[in-house]
């Protein structure tokens, strides 16, 4: 097949268009959620055994589980941010974060992050639904979940509550978005605590029926 040189001069410009555009293409940047608890000012004395606490399993929306960071905008509708996306998947992310958070304000209690079947089994689990993790540029992030602790042997749940938080943004960057999620997430690990310290105190029933009927 011949070319004549206007082909071959327009099939060069088209190469070089496509070329310029790749190259003119914005990066895509990645984030991941960090801790952001701190020790405790004070800790309780130590224990012979330390309770085994599992964080999960957690469920996330359809629509938030995905690489792009989802964004609401004033008219209610979704945006998904093409070249600003999670480095993991966001639910591993998530539970990863909330263990380590718990486990720092939680320093007589080991915990695991769900599924946790490799290391046995826990005492307790904290079973985790995240209803809203978003932002609007520029306005706020929001999160709101609930949760249940449930004893592990008996299947019982023991405790439960629920956190509506909305932190405001300083400006449009998704950088400062993942930082301000990172800190609602560490709001809600401290609510996850103090119902974890509660649930802890409680005495144990240790008075079976067995033993009832031997006395």
Known sequence: MMFNKYSIRFIVLCVSGLLSACASSPP??????ESQSRPPATTTSAIA???LIGIGPLSLPA???RNQIVTRTEDSSIQLAEFDQWAAPLKDNVIAVLSENVSILQPNAIVRAYPWSIYGNVDYRVIIDITRFDTQLGKWVNLEASWVIMEETTLAIISNGQVKLQSPLNDASYNTVVQELSK???????????SLVQVLQRPRN???EENKLIK
């Open 28 to 33: 895509t940047h990645f984030y991941t959620l």
């Open 49 to 51: 055994k330390k309770p």
């Open 63 to 65: 629509l938030l589980d």
């Open 184 to 194: 609602l997430l560490g709001e809600f690990s401290q609510q996850i605590s103090l």
């Open 206 to 208: 240790t008075d079976t």
